[in-house]
């Protein structure tokens, strides 16, 4: 029989759902960081108790993307003083224009705010840079200039 006359199912036609992809590379952290993931794994927790259906299944996979993120998690260590690295706010002037930015984990990024994933370019441009420093960028000799490094103070990190 013609598999076009044979239909026993919506499910069986479905494109396949894969996991959520995961960053490439060590899963580092800020402390910060470390409890948004955290609470992130608890509030889909809640929303899985609290669901019904077919909305179960998307929140599973997201919260098994979470526990991943959660158990492979390390609080990276202190960059040496005056040193950027990984909890790091860094203050530069680049085209002109002064901006200061937090280095942290790929999980706690969020560029609107500026904080800054370390993989991203402008953050690896400025890992263990110090300030005063000149730093070639997006094929610009010099283009960065590093005028403050300091650890991401208490409250924003």
């Given at each position: 029989m013609s598999v076009a006359f044979r239909r026993e199912s919506d499910d069986e036609h479905k494109e396949p759902r894969f996991e959520l992809p995961l960053p490439p590379g060590p899963n580092l952290v800020t402390a910060r960081g470390r409890l948004l993931i955290e609470a992130k794994v608890a509030e889909l927790e809640a929303a899985i108790a609290a669901a019904e259906g077919e909305a179960v299944e998307p929140?599973?996979?997201?919260?098994?993307?979470?526990?991943?993120?959660?158990?492979t998690a390390e609080i990276a260590p202190p960059p040496a003083?005056?040193?950027?690295?990984?909890?790091?706010?860094?203050?530069?002037?680049?085209?002109?224009?002064?901006?200061?930015?937090?280095?942290?984990?790929?999980?706690?990024?969020d560029p609107a705010t500026d904080r800054i994933g370390f993989a991203a370019p402008l953050a690896n441009a400025l890992l263990g840079a110090i300030a005063g420093e000149h730093l070639d960028f997006n094929g610009k000799p010099e283009a960065i200039e590093v005028i403050a490094v300091s650890p991401i103070p208490e409250e924003h990190s």
């Open positions: 929140l599973r996979r997201e919260h098994r993307y979470w526990v991943t993120r959660m158990t003083e005056g040193e950027a690295g990984i909890g790091s706010r860094v203050c530069i002037r680049l085209a002109g224009r002064e901006r200061t930015i937090d280095i942290v984990g790929a999980d706690e990024a």
